[in-house]
């Protein structure tokens, strides 16, 4: 299996209200030597969290011990520039399996579809809300059901739908990457192949 099965999640999140992060601030490209998918998110954002002296930078969120979350809601066009797959290896390293933005770049939408983060694109009046309610609370919980593809903030109940590609649905809920979708059709490629006329 690639990664968890995404089904429902429910948890805190992670407020970063800032547009246009492209994918070299998301992971520089200094980090890009490996090519396992392990250890990336010990860089994730690592000029905003570091100084150059290697400390926390004290005003960066994912340096304040009151935000903590499986979910990432992030400002609008979040994954922008090159088309690195290492940013999303570096969030789900991380720890995060969802990240909410008003838009998404579509590569780096793709990218997190195939390592098992869930992109949920809200409209912007939303995300509104969403950072309205983590202010308000920093221990707001999201729900995030994959099935009926919605996304409602626990406390007051309002809720949003979000599209997906059905066949990347069908690979979040089975934990499945490409490979493990094909694997898991073997029996029936077999059966065809056995039955081709060619």
């Known amino acids: 299996?690639?990664?968890?099965?995404?089904?429902?999640?429910?948890?805190?999140?992670?407020?970063?209200?800032?547009?246009?992060?492209?994918?070299?601030?998301?992971?520089?490209?200094?980090?890009?030597?490996?090519?396992?998918?392990?250890?990336?998110?010990?860089?994730?954002?690592?000029d905003w969290r570091f100084d150059a002296n290697n400390q926390p930078r004290?005003?960066?969120?994912?340096?304040?011990?009151?935000?903590?979350?499986?979910?990432?809601?992030?400002?609008?066009?979040?994954?922008?520039?090159?088309?690195r797959e290492h940013a999303a290896w570096a969030i789900y390293d991380y720890g995060f399996r969802c990240v909410v933005s008003s838009f998404f770049a579509d590569i780096f939408k793709n990218n997190s579809l195939n390592v098992g983060i869930l992109p949920v694109?809200?409209?912007?009046?939303?995300?509104?809300?969403?950072?309205?309610?983590?202010?308000?609370?920093?221990?707001?919980?999201?729900?995030?059901?994959?099935?009926?593809?919605?996304?409602?903030?626990?406390?007051?109940?309002e809720s949003e739908s979000f599209d997906i590609n059905s066949y990347k649905k069908h690979n979040l809920t089975n934990g499945y990457d490409d490979i493990d979708y094909l694997q898991a059709m073997k029996e029936d490629i077999r059966s065809f192949a056995a039955n081709s006329p060619y």
């Open 58 to 83: 004290q005003d960066f969120v994912l340096n304040n011990p009151i935000y903590s979350g499986k979910i990432l809601v992030a400002g609008k066009n979040f994954g922008s520039g090159s088309s």
């Open 121 to 157: 694109q809200v409209s912007p009046a939303f995300l509104d809300k969403i950072f309205s309610a983590i202010e308000k609370d920093p221990k707001a919980e999201l729900v995030v059901d994959l099935q009926a593809q919605t996304i409602t903030i626990a406390a007051t109940g």
């Open 1 to 46: 299996m690639a990664y968890d099965k995404f089904t429902t999640l429910k948890s805190t999140a992670v407020p970063m209200p800032i547009e246009n992060v492209d994918t070299d601030q998301i992971i520089p490209a200094r980090f890009l030597k490996a090519t396992e998918r392990k250890g990336f998110g010990d860089n994730l954002f690592r």
